[in-house]
């Protein structure tokens, strides 16, 4: 059998190596399976992007995101070669809602009181602002069932956002169209597990969810993540 290819989308304040072990898992299933990097520059432009690696891949693609790269797939998996979403620890936007006006519907998770600004500059000469998680809080927030010696290294080697990305609003929304799937952490406290329940059952997603897992969930239980993803790529192929 010929599976699809899966994409995995990291999200803010990460980069593709947090999907180590699901890649290993899926590989052991001989599933093709490649983790591009993430811009984290902005919805338009970051969908952008992942919309022009999805056209360079030959046959079907699953795409999978976790936490802001949910709203990545739900814009970018219109393309035509996309047959199935999954959202891990994501938020799952509507069409032309903004991830601000989705998470402003449900009480602010920890992450919010722990947010750093920086500052970057554009071409134009005018400069933007990007946030990270303040070093001291990263492990509770982001990292709590991952080793604290692991989550030390994690914050320190942190990805930052741009600040576009919360309020920019999603063109389209895949999962009108296409099957998902979603793993819910309950015990999240960077996107609330409440946020990621209402996503996936808006999305009619099958869901499935860890009530002790962190936001790190991919990290943190690989297995499970990886034995949703193969659930979608076998009803998918």
């Known amino acids: 059998m010929t599976h699809p290819t899966v994409v995995l989308v990291h999200g803010a304040f990460a980069d593709a ?24 520059r902005g919805l338009t432009a970051d ?4 919309a022009s690696v999805l056209a360079q891949i030959e046959g079907p693609a699953v795409l999978v995101g976790h936490a802001y790269g949910g709203a990545l797939i739900t814009v970018a998996g219109a393309a035509e070669n996309v047959v199935g979403l999954v959202y891990v620890a994501a ?8 991830l601000g006006q989705l ?13 750093k600004e920086w500052t970057y500059p554009l071409l134009d000469g005018d400069s933007a602002v990007e946030v990270t998680i303040e070093e001291t ?6 990292a709590a069932d991952v080793p604290e010696d692991v989550a030390g290294v994690l914050a320190a080697a942190q990805r930052p956002l ?54 790190a969930v991919a990290l943190s239980e690989p297995t499970r993540v990886a034995d949703l ?8 192929s």
């Open 137 to 142: 809080a990263f492990p509770s927030v982001f």
């Open 91 to 98: 938020y799952v936007p509507h069409e032309g809602e903004s």
């Open 162 to 215: 741009a600040t576009a990305a919360f309020t920019e609003r999603a063109p389209s929304a895949a999962w009108r169209t296409k099957p998902s799937w979603a793993l819910v952490a309950g015990a999240d406290r960077t996107i609330g597990p409440e946020v990621q329940r209402f996503g996936a059952a808006r999305a009619g997603a099958v869901v499935v969810e860890l009530p002790d897992a962190s936001h």
């Open 17 to 40: 190596t947090g999907w180590i072990g699901v890649i290993s898992e899926l590989r052991s299933s001989g599933i093709p399976v490649i983790a591009p990097s993430n811009p984290l």
């Open 103 to 115: 998470q402003g519907g449900f009480p602010e998770p920890p992450l919010a009181g722990n947010l």
């Open 229 to 236: 993803i193969r659930d979608a790529v076998r009803a998918t």
């Open 47 to 50: 969908a952008a992007y992942l």
